[in-house]
């Protein structure tokens, strides 16, 4: 039977809901760690397991936003879609978390919470710059002050929505070899002048890059990988196992994560594809994960032990993205510009 419109999967008949939610409560997890003062675990050591999940994320949105583009390519309409999907809800979390949030745990009187300067800072994020502490808040944690460390992802990907706005507007997305060379310009200069094989350090930004646009590249050619899938993994797990054995972590993971996530994505798996039936929880997870966090280790830690601090902020937090998708994210998505 086909579920009434407000329980269909945001992306239906795939696995996409499915790992962007596993991805999200990665974060979460990977984050306890560091917000009860200990260390991440990592993956293989190239990432934490956080950063590995925003990676899949970054990967996830080229593909998908490619793929608005090629569906409707229209300048204001894209960006008209993407504002809808990142502001409202990140004006919420940002407000409720300065003014609900910071002035019930602010050591400060509310009064002099209310004027500090950096109260009313904290709001920048709306434009994009991003502030991380609030007066007199968490000054005790073990993780000290940090109040949503989540959010820095957020311009970079918006940086990314707007590069490939601008390529689309110029007609760089219109032909396909054109998009490819574009790409692969981008990844010879990034291999060679930021990987963190080569430098010794991660420049976040230029790798989520590098990310997203292997998603958009996976777009691109997923008429080939999709109808002959085996030649394409046996090719790119050749080429991460010499990266691998070159001791290239970094982009054996660039090679190999897109191609991986994508294809388990497009999938239609029993059970996950149905992970959307109520609502795609996994961009409020992502914003308000972090300080319903703090604010559980806040009142509760060490009391609660690891495990308590967490399953708890768990609990809070899918409860809350789940009445953001349906209070705020899927109201405003309703006023998508439809495709022509």
């Not at 956080?50 to 970054?58: K, N, Q, R």
């Not at 300048?75 to 879609?81: E, G, Q, V």
């Not at 745990?105 to 500090?116: G, N």
């Not at 594809?273 to 966090?293: K, M, N, T, V």
Request: proline share 7%; glycine share 10%.
């Amino acid at each position: 039977m086909t579920p009434p419109p407000a329980a269909q999967a945001t992306h239906p008949g795939n696995n996409f809901d499915a790992i962007r939610i596993v991805a999200a409560t990665m974060v979460l997890y990977s984050h306890h760690f560091a917000l009860t003062g200990q260390m991440e675990p990592t993956f293989f050591g190239i990432h934490s397991l956080g950063g590995l999940a925003v990676a899949i994320f970054f990967v996830i949105s080229g593909y998908l936003v490619t793929m608005s583009w090629a569906r409707d390519p229209s300048a204001w309409r894209f960006a008209l879609r993407r504002f809808l999907r990142i502001w409202p809800a990140l004006t919420a979390a940002i407000v409720v978390t300065a003014y609900g949030l910071g002035a019930w745990v602010t050591k400060l009187p509310l009064s002099e919470y209310l004027a500090h300067p950096g109260t009313a800072q904290y709001l920048q994020g709306l434009g994009l710059r991003i502030h991380y502490v609030l007066p007199g808040v968490f000054e005790n944690n073990p993780y000290a002050l940090g109040v949503n460390g989540s959010l820095w992802t957020i311009p970079l990907e918006v940086r990314c929505y707007v590069v490939l706005g601008v390529a689309g507007l110029f007609g760089l997305l219109r032909f396909r070899p054109v998009l490819l060379l574009c790409i692969a310009l981008y990844m010879a200069w990034f291999l060679i002048r930021s990987n963190a094989d080569v430098t010794g350090n991660v420049n976040y930004g230029r790798e989520l890059s590098a990310f997203f646009l292997a998603g958009a590249a996976m777009f691109s050619l997923r008429p080939h990988w999709n109808r002959h899938p085996i030649p394409w993994a046996a090719a790119i797990g050749l080429a991460c196992t010499i990266a691998w054995w070159m001791d290239w972590r970094h982009t054996a993971l660039l090679i190999g994560l897109p191609f991986l996530v994508l294809y388990s994505g497009t999938r239609s798996t029993p059970i996950l594809r149905h992970a959307g039936r109520w609502g795609d929880p996994s961009y409020g997870i992502y914003l308000y994960a972090f300080p319903i966090q703090q604010a559980v280790i806040y009142f509760t830690w060490p009391g609660l032990g690891f495990a308590g601090t967490m399953g708890l902020a768990l609990a809070l937090t899918i409860a809350l993205a789940y009445a953001s998708w349906h209070g705020l994210e899927k109201r405003v998505l309703k006023f998508k510009p439809r495709t022509p």
